[in-house]
């Protein structure tokens, strides 16, 4: 008697305790088109990585929620999964691994709530994240910034805690932390990373106040010997027009993956955007300069764009850029497609559907 009681009782009160309300979206982008330049074949090649992703929120309710998503980036003309930038990838391939990373995209689990939010896992870097708000070109095809070319850019990274503070009159911050690997073999893949191994961090503030946006990052990246990058920028919207400026600055100090020569890296960027209806016009200049060694010059791209808005999701668009650089080594290194040539021309279009 006294147990049915019991349990009549705990059931009555569980009408008083509200279900958690749990929202998923799946969204994608499928994107691909042709790509011409100077020394390489046509090929098909994308603006923006094709990739398929589920993002989901569950609410607890007084404004806390539990937060996820998982992505993965692929190559719509033939399967592949994208690259990813990321020293651990360097490091394969130096030491002569040719294998691809198995998750390329985002997986993270986190809450969030009126302070902001906490995210745990696999992160896009700060220092990617700011710096595609001041290209014109979103950090997309072979227009995009000379960002994507310093040496130590990564798209994402792993085993990190990155935090999002909410917007407070304008300003707003983001910080995050990195583990580097923890590598225990005697392989030569273990003796290099216990070599050069460190933890990352970033730290980046913005201000957004009507049509201005200010911004600045620093990165330490992981497992880097300490390597380091920051950058500074701004947009200013005028109507339909997006004026848009960045400089970035990147120390590496790992002299034996890519160019054999620690060094550093600069980039300015100058750009501009300007809608009319479906149509989007598009310009930037790019100044990329290293000092490593062998690899010391600068390189000079103009690029512009043409983009046709099909409707909210779909997109048709085409990049052409030229390339000037010192010589061959420095263009190797700033070229789209990674030859060793000092001047470079290229044309890419193709057709954009997100989901």
């Not at 896009?124 to 130590?152: K, R």
């Not at 947009?235 to 020569?261: A, K, P, Q």
């Not at 909210?312 to 080594?329: A, C, E, F, G, P």
């Amino acid at each position: 008697m006294k147990k049915t009681l019991i349990a009549a009782g705990l059931f009555s009160l569980l009408p008083a305790v509200a279900p958690a309300q749990t929202n998923i979206n799946i969204y994608g982008v499928l994107d691909t088109g042709l790509v011409k330049e100077s020394g390489s074949d046509v090929r098909m090649g994308d603006y923006m990585a094709s990739r398929i992703g589920f993002r989901g929120t569950e609410d607890f309710g007084n404004g806390l929620k539990a937060t996820f998503e998982m992505e993965q980036r692929f190559r719509l003309n033939n399967g592949n999964l994208t690259g990813n930038y990321r020293w651990d990838e360097k490091i394969r391939k130096k030491l002569g691994r040719d294998d691809d990373m198995e998750w390329t995209g985002y997986a993270n689990v986190g809450l969030a709530g009126p302070w902001g939010s906490v995210r745990m896992g696999r992160v896009m870097t700060m220092v990617a994240e700011t710096f595609t708000l001041v290209d014109p070109f979103d950090q997309n095809g072979i227009a995009a910034s000379y960002s994507v070319n310093s040496l130590i850019h990564s798209q994402y990274t792993d085993n990190t805690v990155r935090y999002e503070s909410p917007n407070v009159k304008g300003f707003e911050i983001g910080l995050a932390y990195s583990l580097g690997d923890d590598k225990h073999g005697d392989s030569d893949e273990d003796r290099f990373v216990r070599r050069v191994g460190n933890d990352g961090f970033a730290i980046s503030p913005r201000y957004r106040n009507g049509p201005v946006l200010l911004l600045a990052n620093y990165e330490r990246v992981p497992d880097s010997d300490n390597s380091y990058r920051w950058d500074v920028g701004t947009t200013v919207e005028l109507g339909n027009l997006r004026l848009s400026l960045g400089y970035e600055r990147s120390i590496f100090r790992l002299d034996d993956v890519v160019t054999g020569e620690s060094g550093n890296q600069t980039e300015w960027l100058a750009g501009l955007l300007y809608r009319m209806g479906p149509h989007q016009f598009l310009a930037t200049y790019d100044r990329g300069e290293i000092d490593a060694g062998r690899y010391d010059g600068h390189a000079n791209r103009y690029a512009v764009g043409y983009h046709y808005d099909f409707s909210k999701r779909t997109m048709l668009y085409s990049s052409l850029i030229h390339v000037d650089s010192s010589n061959d080594r420095v263009g190797s290194i700033y070229n789209s497609n990674g030859t060793a040539r000092d001047s470079l021309t290229g044309i890419q279009i193709g057709l954009n559907h997100r989901f």
